[in-house]
């Protein structure tokens, strides 16, 4: 019989078989890493502009933040600053479900003046690892009388 007429044998399709299989699981695993990264950088973003937005809401008040710190819910903190729409405040809580709020703020003197800056450290968390937070740290001057 002529071997250049008679096809592929079964041990080179299970051969090529098992070389795609390998070559699909390693694109498959490659894919999965991807998702994470990206549904990280994703939360790491919507932290920032939470953070940001509270932190805006705060500087806009026109008075100091109170020396101290308090945790929350994100979503109890977002609803109780600006939410207005109906039925918003039940997308927060889906949206930010687990997430939490962290705000410190600490009194800073500067030579010859007491208390004349606050500090004030927004931390937001969405996971339990180190890197599923986002800390925005913001200086601010002291409104006299508070």
């Known amino acids: 019989m002529n071997r250049a007429n008679s096809g592929f044998t ?4 299970a051969v090529a078989i098992a070389i795609l299989g390998v070559a699909l699981v ?3 695993g490659l894919h999965t890493d991807n998702m994470g ?4 950088e994703r939360n790491r973003v919507q932290a920032a502009l939470a953070a940001k937005q509270i932190m805006s809401i705060i500087e806009a008040d026109n008075k100091s933040p109170g020396v101290g710190s308090e945790e929350r819910e994100l979503a109890d903190v977002l609803k109780d600053l600006a ?21 410190e703020v600490q009194s800073l003197d500067l030579p010859l003046v007491e208390d004349a800056m606050r500090r004030v450290d927004i931390t937001i968390r969405w996971g339990d690892r180190i890197n599923e937070q986002f800390v925005l740290t913001y200086f ?7």
């Open 140 to 146: 601010m001057r002291t409104t006299p009388g508070t």
């Open 37 to 40: 990264t990206y549904i990280n």
């Open 10 to 13: 079964l041990v080179e399709v």
């Open 83 to 103: 939410v207005d729409e109906i039925g918003a405040e039940q997308k927060l809580k889906e949206k930010y479900a687990g997430w939490t709020y962290e705000q």
């Open 26 to 28: 390693a694109l498959v």
